[in-house]
């Protein structure tokens, strides 16, 4: 609670001035007469915010001073970013330069992420840190400070720690930073990233990442995170984290179109593989020159396949020789008023209703592209929670093939595969 009486500004009835004569005490019958310690005194300069600018030389000289304990320069670092001056910067960097401390180092970065873009003169120290330090802790610290000051410039990098890194907290950081940086390139990666069965563990950050980079409410991010919710896997804070940045997302549907045309391109350069398949069209057969539902079938044995094992991506509108030759022939399968994107997702969704369930819709998310002057679909399918049958046929993703198990194996698969619980 704060009052303010003339030019002083009083907290738990205590002033700036009191709290400065407390922080810098040098003699404990002082700090015992003024009624709070160095560390407390610290915190509630923080909580004066702007009002206590006088406190800021005193507070840098303590974080300065490596002699004086880890907690009360901890405490003056973080008091520093509510005080936000932002003539800080520079010596903040400063003091990370030669700091050795784990908890006064991570409160200093925390500090300069707090002052967003304006502390991207820290980025280099942060990328150091990020390549040499042997402390994940701090390698963590350092991503998510990365995306807070909006560094771009380390997109590519982090990208490679969400796939590469060993540490998986490492890796879903990297993603959570790259959501932050709003850095919609890697949209693909991260999909891929989620599905993949080492990051199961660190789902809440993956999830968030992908959600402020599909900047909607309805998408896989947001859909992951509710149903996580749902089933009680998010602790408070978590949980708070979650709606706030839910709560800043468009309220309507599709409300922001992102750019997806050069992952795509990337994603053409790679062949088919365990998270990775491509088809000519969605019904229509360019032998008979018509709609076929066997070319349905094999679109959505595809999904099944990906559902019942890592998930992956489906990209229809590019042949054997790997040429766009876009989806316009099955727009052409469609009643006069459907031919077109609209009509070829309802299509799409009403064979996923009918042939797999509507309960496997949450897994699954359908965008389109312009490639070369030709449409293409892009089909994300994320692992399924449970078995998923088509015509009780069992169907599983084997390489860059879809396999149909017998009785036998579809019982061990299912008894032995860690399903996305």
Same mark, same amino acid.
Request: aromatic share 10%.
């Given at each position: 609670m704060r009052v303010v009486l003339g030019?002083?500004? @009083?907290? /738990?009835?205590?002033?700036?001035?009191?709290?400065?004569?407390?922080?810098?005490? /040098?003699?404990?019958?002082?700090?015992?007469?003024?009624?709070?310690?160095r560390c407390q005194a610290a915190d509630y300069l923080g909580r004066c915010d702007?009002?206590?600018?006088?406190?800021?030389?005193?507070?840098?000289?303590?974080?300065?001073?490596?002699?004086?304990?880890? !907690?009360? #320069?901890s405490t003056c670092a973080r008091s520093l970013a509510s005080i936000h001056n932002e003539k800080v910067i520079p010596e903040l960097i400063q003091v990370l330069e030669n700091e050795e401390n784990i908890d006064v180092k991570r409160s200093i970065m925390q500090t300069l992420?707090?002052?967003?873009?304006?502390?991207?003169?820290?980025k280099p120290k942060l990328v150091s840190i990020l390549k040499n330090s042997k402390d994940n802790e701090i390698r963590y610290w350092a991503i998510r400070v990365i995306g807070w000051i909006l560094a771009r410039e380390e997109i @590519?990098?982090?990208?490679?720690? !969400?796939?590469?890194?060993?540490?998986? #907290?490492?890796?879903?950081?990297?993603a959570f930073a790259l959501g932050e940086m709003n850095a919609k390139q890697v949209l693909n990666d991260v999909i891929l990233a989620i599905q993949d069965k080492k990051n199961d563990n660190y789902m809440f950050e993956f999830a968030l990442g992908l959600m402020l980079l599909e900047e909607k409410r309805d998408g896989l991010g947001a859909k992951i995170l509710e149903e996580m919710e749902i089933k009680g896997m998010m602790h408070f804070l978590n949980l708070a984290k979650y709606r706030s940045i839910y709560q800043r997302l468009p309220k309507k549907k599709e409300t922001f179109q992102f750019d997806l045309k050069?992952?795509?391109?990337?994603?053409?350069?790679?062949?088919?593989?365990?998270?990775?398949?491509?088809?000519?069209?969605? #019904?229509?057969?360019?032998?008979?020159?018509?709609?076929?539902?066997e070319s349905e079938l094999k679109v959505i044995n595809a999904i099944v396949a990906f559902l019942n094992t890592e998930g992956g991506i489906i990209l229809i509108g590019m042949n054997n020789s790997k040429e766009i030759i876009g989806i316009e022939n099955d727009y052409l399968t469609f009643g006069k008023n459907q031919q077109n994107r609209d009509g070829f997702?309802?299509?799409?969704?009403?064979?996923?209703?009918?042939?797999?369930?509507?309960k496997y819709k949450k897994f699954i998310e359908i965008n389109f592209e312009n490639i070369l002057g030709k449409d293409v679909c892009i089909i994300t399918i994320c692992?399924?929670?449970?078995?998923?049958?088509?015509?009780?046929?069992?169907?599983?993703?084997?390489? $860059?093939?879809?396999?149909?198990? $017998?009785?036998r194996e579809a019982i061990d698969y299912i008894d032995h595969h860690q399903w996305n619980k």
């Open positions: 030019d002083s500004i @009083h907290i /738990k009835g205590y002033t700036v001035e009191g709290l400065i004569k407390t922080l810098t005490a /040098k003699r404990w019958w002082q700090r015992f007469l003024w009624g709070k310690n702007p009002k206590a600018y006088d406190a800021v030389p005193y507070l840098i000289e303590i974080l300065k001073n490596p002699k004086e304990e880890p !907690m009360l #320069r992420g707090d002052f967003g873009d304006k502390a991207k003169g820290a @590519h990098t982090l990208k490679n720690l !969400m796939l590469n890194d060993e540490d998986g #907290r490492i890796r879903s950081g990297a050069k992952s795509i391109l990337e994603l053409i350069k790679k062949e088919e593989g365990q998270r990775f398949e491509y088809k000519t069209y969605f #019904r229509y057969n360019s032998k008979i020159k018509k709609e076929s539902k997702k309802l299509r799409l969704i009403r064979v996923i209703e009918e042939k797999i369930g509507i692992k399924s929670t449970e078995p998923v049958y088509i015509y009780n046929n069992f169907i599983i993703r084997v390489g $860059n093939r879809n396999k149909k198990l $017998n009785t």
